[in-house]
């Protein structure tokens, strides 16, 4: 627990140092935002601060600090310490100017964003590319949380009725003004959520468990350990819970309902330690669970039911679940309303009138409703679309962070893109090397990560160093 506790002071005074830096090297002022510039009533709109910040925790959670932490501890001790560096390092970095740039340009999406600095061709291939990963979002979290509101309700309520419920919820989400239903459930789901992280948190310290320190050694105690390396499986595994390029795609939606720059370290920086806290949470919880007598390693889903179930009673597991059940629901949506704005920045199409929106958003859900007849035809469907999204969701992160250190190289002095431009080259090697040895990627063994590794490090490097010779000179 010494390890546990530890980090969970980490990720607190990150926020209080690291996410204040990151607001001095940014510099927020006074001036007018898009939510005041281009109200539009429908995505342009002010809302309190502290909703936005509940919308956008519960917009970026989905399952990943809970599915992915838990997937994630059966590396060990090594989880723990990839939850509290990336989230304060990479992950809240990563989400705070994302955000904050968003907010500087009229709201724009993320792939508009990337545009601007890594040139019209990048432009293009990541429209196309994070429009595929919000519909993969939108298919992956539909299938988690039906399967959980299936084992709380009558058999005859069974994955499929749930599908096609959350599925309906997702179309009004999308199409409905901001203000209508995120606006007013999201804070509530929120709510739940917390009120579950807080609950496990009282009980660890009530249960004090055995866990293992970071001083007994970080080796990988994943059972297929000769097949998945820590390197770089685990850092593909907790997502959401570290760093995730999904989270740039939710930013611009509060960026425009915003009604001062200098509340973006609490909502986007502030967000993401929050998530890392819930990931910590989670990680130690299913670390305690995976090693008690009897308790194997099991599908995440059953892990959340029966580790709710046995430490906050009947309503705390109730009120647990439901919160577990609404974070993937929300974040569903919010990939689809992400997805037709992003469609709409591209095709310059105002969505003021449902006409516009329905013309964007039915071909979206008709290739979603498709990767759900797949997932639930195919038994290892939901999995396959799984592990696509997740290296997909890694390397958005990845654009978003050279983004970043482009606009920080041009924008601002002395040294101060280190502060991306170090996590940017690390998850460039994490996803080449993932694809590489992948058994959804070139399957090319354990024996390619070193040489993979060093050549997308080494090309990464050399083309940014490259980049910024060239631009000093023009200066």
């Not at 917390?194 to 004090?208: D, H, Q, T």
């Not at 250190?405 to 991306?420: C, M, N, P, Q, S």
Request: hydrophobic share 55%.
């Amino acid at each position: 627990m010494i390890t546990f506790t530890l980090c969970l002071f980490a990720l607190l005074i990150g926020y209080c140092t690291y996410g204040r830096l990151c607001e001095r090297i940014f510099a927020p002022d006074n001036r007018i935002t898009p939510a005041i510039q281009h109200a539009d009533g429908i995505d342009y709109m002010v809302l309190p601060p502290w909703k936005i910040f509940m919308i956008q925790f519960l917009n970026i959670a989905g399952v990943g600090p809970i599915f992915g932490a838990i997937m994630g501890a059966m590396f060990g001790t090594a989880s723990f310490l990839w939850i509290v560096l990336g989230s304060i390092f990479a992950g809240a970095v990563h989400d705070y100017f994302s955000g904050m740039l968003s907010l500087r340009h009229d709201g724009e999406s993320i792939p508009e964003i990337i545009g601007r600095y890594l040139g019209l061709s990048t432009r293009q291939v990541i429209r196309v590319f994070t429009v595929i990963l919000m519909i993969l979002v939108g298919a992956v979290f539909v299938a988690s949380p039906a399967g959980l509101l299936a084992k709380l309700t009558p058999e005859s309520l069974d994955v499929t009725f749930w599908i096609v419920v959350i599925f309906v919820y997702y179309i009004l989400a999308t199409l409905l003004p901001i203000d209508k239903i995120i606006g007013k459930v999201y804070p509530l789901f929120a709510a739940s959520l917390l009120f579950m992280a807080i609950g496990l948190l009282v009980m660890l310290y009530v249960k004090m468990p055995d866990l293992p320190e970071v001083w007994e050694g970080l080796g990988n105690t994943h059972p297929k350990a000769e097949t998945t390396p820590i390197f770089p499986m685990m850092f593909i595994t907790i997502a959401c819970g570290a760093i995730s390029g999904f989270h740039a795609t939710q930013s611009p939606l509060m960026a425009r309902c915003m009604p001062s720059e200098r509340q973006g370290r609490p909502i986007f920086y502030g967000a993401m330690i929050t998530e890392g806290v819930v990931a910590l949470i989670w990680a130690a919880v299913a670390t305690y669970f995976f090693h008690q007598d009897g308790m194997g390693i099991s599908d995440a889903s059953v892990v959340v039911f029966d580790i709710s179930r046995e430490w906050l009673g009947t309503v705390g597991s109730v009120l647990a679940i439901l919160g577990v059940v609404a974070a993937p629901i929300t974040s569903g949506d919010t990939a689809f309303r992400s997805a037709r704005l992003i469609v709409a920045d591209f095709l310059k199409m105002e969505q003021k009138t449902i006409k516009r929106r329905l013309v964007i958003c039915i071909p979206l859900f008709v290739v979603a409703s498709a990767l759900l007849i797949y997932s639930l035809r195919d038994a290892d469907g939901f999995q396959v679309i799984w592990r696509y999204f997740a290296w997909a969701n890694q390397t958005l992160a990845v654009f978003t962070l050279w983004t970043i250190t482009v606009w920080l190289a041009r924008e601002k002095k002395g040294l101060t893109f280190l502060i991306t431009c170090i996590p940017a080259l690390f998850m460039t090697v994490v996803c080449a090397t993932y694809i590489c040895i992948a058994p959804e990627g070139f399957r090319l063994g354990q024996q390619a990560v070193l040489p993979v590794s060093l050549s997308a490090l080494v090309i990464a490097a050399g083309w940014f160093w490259l980049w910024r010779r060239k631009q000093q000179k023009e200066k």
